[in-house]
């Protein structure tokens, strides 16, 4: 099976079905491009991770984050993923 794309004019990408299947992305997935060596480009799925967390620290000018809020978010995101599946 090949698994062809085509570049917009936009210089957007659209990963075909196959692919996105195979590699568990969905909607949010972080992708990393590569060359090796060989001028091939590698294209990498980025874990998730501390990023779901991102604005649970305070901020300058803005009121700390409870333990329950954090507690809430962290489940949140837990609960999102195991939706999502494998």
């Known amino acids: ?3 062809v ?3 917009s004019d936009k210089g ?3 990963v075909p079905k196959a692919v996105r299947d195979r590699l568990g992305l969905h909607p949010g997935s972080r992708l ?3 060359f090796s060596g060989d001028g091939s480009l590698r294209v990498s799925v980025l874990p998730e991770g501390s990023d779901a ?3 649970l620290l305070a901020r300058p000018g803005e009121a700390a984050q409870s333990l329950a809020d954090m507690d809430a978010a962290l489940t949140d995101v ?3 993923r195991a939706r999502r599946g494998p």
Request: glycine fraction near 6%; charged fraction near 10%.
């Open 53 to 55: 967390l991102f604005g």
């Open 1 to 3: 099976m090949t698994n």
């Open 12 to 14: 957007q990408v659209t």
């Open 78 to 80: 837990v609960k999102t």
């Open 32 to 34: 990393d491009f590569s």
């Open 5 to 7: 794309a085509t570049v």
